[in-house]
C-alpha cells in the first residue's frame, strides 16, 4: 500500500559515515542484527552487523548507534536494549517505565590516556535534562554488559575518567548515543497544514448522529481532527425505555460437579455509573457473568438462551475442550441468533483461571458486559500453598461521553487502529473494588483481564506511604508457573491471566493501582498516570495463622517441571513457521495521516494509554486491517492454511513488525490448545508457564513451542477486539492421528 511504501523510506537510513567506515570489525547482538553473534570480547573477532537500519528488523526501537565526539574520532559504538527476564511478556518498572538489560559493542577507542590523566572509559545513562545521571560502568573495546536502564528517554555517554570510582562524569565525552523515543517532537507545526483548518467534506466522511468521546485530559487535537466522524453508522444499544430493563445485580458464584448444568441467559440490563444510567449486556443480570467453579477433570453443561439484539456464541478462554463446543461462528457452530439456544458441553482438562466471552462482534458485546470466570480446582491437594482468602478479579475498562457510552460502529468497528480504550476502570463491573482483610492475612488473587485493548501494570501500594507490597507470582494462563517468583508489579494484557498472592503484614489502606507511562503525543512527552481500582483495608485484628513464612518460601512444583521436562528436548529445534504481526491502510482522513506521520518516529512497545481518542475513534475496519502473515507463503489472515495432526510439536516464531502505520502490542490467543513461551528478544525463558495468550510488544520477537493436543479447527487471533474485527486471525487444522 502506498502509505506502507512511504514509511519504508521514512524509517530506512545507514548509520553514520564514521560508524558505517568502523562497522567491518563491530559485532552485535540478533536484536540488533539479522545474524547471529559468533563472539564476544574485546579480543575475539566479531561478525560485522549490517549497514543501515533497512537491514535489521524492527531494531530501532531497542538498538541505540553511539557516535563519535571529535575526540573519539575512530570509535563506534551500538547499544542493546534487551529483555530483563520476567514473568510477562513486557518488563517494565512499577510506575510502567520499560526497563532493559542494556549491552554495548564498541569498537576503536585508544587508550584514554591519550586524552590527558585518564584511566578509564566509564558509560553513563541520563535524560534529555541529563538529570539523572546514572553510572553504568567501564567500558572497554567489544562487548560490555552494563545491566538495567528504565529511563522513558535515554541517553547514553561514554567518557574518559581518572578512576571507576568516580561517581559524577568530568571527564571528556568520546561517544554518545539516544533511544529512539528522544526523537518524539511537538506536533505544533502540523497547526499550519491545511487540513489541521479544514474538515474533510468528502461525500461519505460524516455519517449518522455521532458524538465524539471525551478528549484525553490535558491533551488538545488539531482543529481537522476534531471536525472528523467514522465513516460507518453509529450503533447504540437502545434509544428508548431504558429504565424498563432489569438492573444489573452482583456476579454469583456457581459450583458444578461432573455432570453438573447450567443455564445462562445473555440479555439487556441498565447500570447506574456515576449518575448515568447505561444500557448494557449481561449473563443471568450479573455483571460480570456467574463465576463458575469446577473441579478439574470434570464435564458441564451449559445452556445459552439469546436475549439480546445480535447473534452471538460462548468462547470458554482457554479451555482444551472438545472443538463443536468452542464457540467460533463459521468455524465450529452456526451463531447462536436472537431468541435461540445452544447447548454447550465443557470438558475442563486443566485446573487454574479461565474465562468465558462472545465470539461474535466481540467489540461490541464483550464490552457490553458478556462475560465471567471459571476456576478450576485442582486434583492436587498441594497445588496451591495455604492463604486465607481467594479473590476472583475480572478487569476491564468502558468509555463513556455525555453521559452515555460512546457509540460503536454499526457495519463496521471503529477504534481500529489503536482498540478502544475506555475511561473508567472496572473490577468486577464496578469502578471502586474494596476488600478487608486481617493483619497477616495472605490473600491469593485470580486476575483475568476482560478489556477490548488496555494492558494493565498493577501495583499495591500503602495509601499513607507509597510503599510497595511484594507480588508472589503463581500461575498464569493454563496453570502454575515452574517456580514461584516475586514482583513489585504484574502487567496484564487482554485474555492473559494470572495468579498471584500478597501477604498483608500491618494494618493500614492499600490501594490496587495501574499505573502507566501514557505518551502525550502531539506534545512528544511521555507522562506518568496512576489510577486507582481499588482499596484493600487491612485491619488491626490478626488472623488466625500469620502466612509470611508461607508467603517468603518460592516454591518449585516438581509436577510442572516434570510435565515441561517431556518437551525440553524441542527448545532447541529449528523454527517450523514465521508469523509476521503488520498492518495495511488505505482511505483514513487526511489530518490523521499527517498527524500519524510524526507519531510513527516513535512507538511504544506498549501502548498504555488511549491519548489519541479522535483519531482513533474515526478509523474504522473498512479502512484498517490488521494482519498476520505466514513468512513461508506469504498467505495472510484467513488465507493462511496450517494443518497438524494431534501429537505434533511446533516451533512458531512471532514478528511483531514495527515499520507499520501504527505498531502496537498485541495479545495473540491460540484457542484449545496451549503452547510456552520460550524466548522474547532472543532471551531464554527459564521459569515456564503453558499459556494460551502471549503478550507481543511492538517490534518484539517471541519464539513459542505449541503442543498439538486437541483435534478440531481452531482459531488464531489477536485479543483486542477491534483488531480481531479488522482482520487479525486465521483458523488451523488439527487432525486425529490415523492409527
Not at 616 to 630: A, G
Request: proline fraction near 7%.
Amino acid at each position: 500500500m502506498r502509505l506502507i511504501r512511504r514509511i519504508s523510506v521514512v524509517l530506512a537510513g545507514g548509520l553514520a559515515p564514521t560508524a558505517a567506515a568502523a562497522q567491518a570489525t563491530l559485532g552485535a547482538s540478533p536484536i540488533c542484527a539479522d545474524r547471529p553473534i559468533a563472539g564476544s570480547g574485546a579480543a575475539q573477532a566479531i561478525p560485522a552487523f549490517p549497514v543501515g537500519r533497512a537491514a535489521r528488523r524492527s531494531s530501532d526501537l531497542y538498538c541505540i548507534d553511539l557516535q563519535p565526539t571529535s575526540l573519539g574520532a575512530g570509535a563506534v559504538g551500538l547499544a542493546e536494549l534487551g529483555r530483563i527476564p520476567s514473568p510477562f511478556g513486557v518488563t517494565v518498572s512499577p510506575d510502567g517505565r520499560h526497563a532493559y538489560d542494556l549491552k554495548v559493542w564498541i569498537n576503536g577507542l585508544h587508550e584514554p590516556g591519550a586524552l590527558g590523566p585518564y584511566q578509564t572509559f566509564l558509560a553513563w545513562a541520563t535524560t534529555p535534562v541529563f538529570d539523572p545521571m546514572v553510572k553504568l560502568g567501564p567500558v572497554v573495546n567489544g562487548e560490555n554488559r552494563l545491566g538495567r536502564v528504565d529511563f522513558n528517554k535515554l541517553i547514553l555517554l561514554v567518557s574518559a575518567e581518572t578512576s571507576q570510582d568516580v561517581t559524577q562524569r568530568t571527564g571528556p565525552l568520546v561517544l554518545r548515543g539516544r533511544s529512539r523515543s528522544n526523537l518524539m517532537e511537538a506536533h505544533d507545526l502540523l497547526a499550519q497544514a491545511p487540513a489541521a483548518l479544514r474538515p474533510d467534506t468528502s461525500a461519505d466522511s460524516v455519517t449518522g448522529d455521532w458524538t465524539a468521546p471525551p478528549m484525553y485530559p490535558d491533551i488538545v487535537m488539531l482543529p481537522g481532527v476534531m471536525r472528523l466522524r467514522p465513516n460507518v453508522t453509529p450503533f447504540r444499544l437502545i434509544s428508548d425505555s431504558l429504565l424498563a430493563l432489569p438492573e444489573a445485580v452482583a456476579r454469583q458464584l456457581v459450583r458444578l460437579g461432573d455432570g453438573g448444568t447450567l443455564d445462562l441467559e445473555a440479555g439487556l440490563v441498565r447500570r447506574r455509573l456515576g449518575d448515568a444510567w447505561i444500557p448494557m449486556l449481561a449473563f443471568n443480570r450479573q455483571h460480570p457473568g456467574p463465576l463458575i467453579y469446577v473441579p478439574e477433570g470434570s464435564t458441564i453443561f451449559v445452556n445459552l438462551t439469546n436475549h439480546t439484539p445480535f447473534p452471538t456464541t460462548i468462547h470458554w478462554h482457554g479451555v482444551r475442550l472438545d472443538n463443536r463446543f468452542d464457540g467460533v461462528p463459521g468455524v465450529t457452530q452456526d451463531p447462536v441468533l436472537p431468541g435461540a439456544s445452544f447447548r454447550y458441553q465443557v470438558y475442563f482438562r486443566d485446573a487454574g483461571i479461565y474465562w468465558y466471552h462472545p465470539h461474535h462482534r466481540e467489540d461490541v458485546q464483550q464490552e457490553l458486559g458478556l462475560y465471567g470466570n471459571m476456576l478450576v480446582e485442582s486434583e492436587r491437594a498441594d497445588y496451591f500453598g495455604p492463604a486465607d482468602r481467594e479473590e476472583v478479579l475480572m478487569l476491564d475498562d468502558l468509555l463513556l461521553g455525555d453521559g452515555e457510552l460512546v457509540a460503536f460502529g454499526d457495519e463496521h468497528a471503529n477504534f481500529a487502529l489503536m482498540g478502544r480504550f475506555g475511561n473508567i476502570l472496572l473490577v468486577n463491573g464496578e469502578p471502586g473494588y474494596r476488600l478487608e482483610v486481617g493483619r497477616g492475612a495472605l490473600v491469593r488473587f485470580f486476575l483475568t483481564n476482560a478489556a477490548n485493548t488496555r494492558t494493565f501494570n498493577l501495583v499495591l501500594t500503602r495509601e499513607d506511604s507509597g510503599t510497595l507490597l511484594p507480588i508472589k507470582i503463581v500461575g498464569s494462563d493454563v496453570g502454575k508457573f515452574e517456580r514461584e517468583s516475586l514482583s513489585e508489579n504484574v502487567v496484564l494484557a487482554p485474555a492473559e491471566r494470572y495468579i498471584v498472592e500478597v501477604h498483608f503484614p500491618e494494618p493500614g489502606r492499600y490501594l490496587l493501582q495501574n499505573r502507566v507511562q501514557a505518551i502525550n503525543h502531539r506534545a512528544g512527552v511521555f507522562f506518568p498516570e496512576a489510577a486507582t481500582l481499588g482499596t484493600v483495608a487491612v485491619v488491626d485484628s490478626a488472623v488466625a495463622h500469620d502466612h509470611a513464612q508461607a508467603f517468603a518460601d518460592l516454591r518449585e512444583d516438581a509436577h510442572v517441571v516434570a510435565q515441561i521436562d517431556a518437551f525440553r528436548p524441542e527448545f532447541g529445534r529449528p523454527v517450523d513457521f514465521e508469523l509476521t504481526l503488520s498492518m495495511d491502510v488505505d482511505g483514513l482522513p487526511l489530518p490523521v495521516e499527517q498527524v500519524m506521520s510524526s507519531d510513527r518516529i516513535y512507538f511504544n512497545p506498549v501502548e498504555w494509554a488511549g491519548t489519541m481518542p479522535l483519531m482513533n475513534w474515526v478509523s474504522t475496519t473498512k479502512e484498517v486491517r490488521w494482519i498476520l502473515r505466514d513468512d513461508a507463503t506469504g498467505a495472510e489472515n484467513e488465507d493462511i492454511a496450517w494443518r497438524f495432526r494431534v501429537g505434533d510439536v511446533v516451533k512458531v516464531r512471532l514478528h511483531n513488525e514495527r515499520n507499520v502505520f501504527h505498531a502496537m502490542q498485541h495479545p495473540l490467543h491460540i484457542h484449545g490448545q496451549r503452547f510456552l513461551v520460550l524466548e522474547q528478544q532472543g532471551v531464554p525463558n527459564t521459569n515456564l508457564v503453558w499459556k494460551d495468550t502471549v503478550l507481543l510488544p511492538a517490534g518484539s520477537t517471541t519464539d513459542i513451542l505449541l503442543e498439538l493436543s486437541n483435534p478440531g479447527r481452531w482459531m488464531v487471533h489477536c485479543h483486542i477486539a477491534e483488531h480481531l474485527e479488522s482482520g487479525m486471525k486465521f483458523v488451523m487444522d488439527v487432525e486425529e492421528r490415523s492409527q
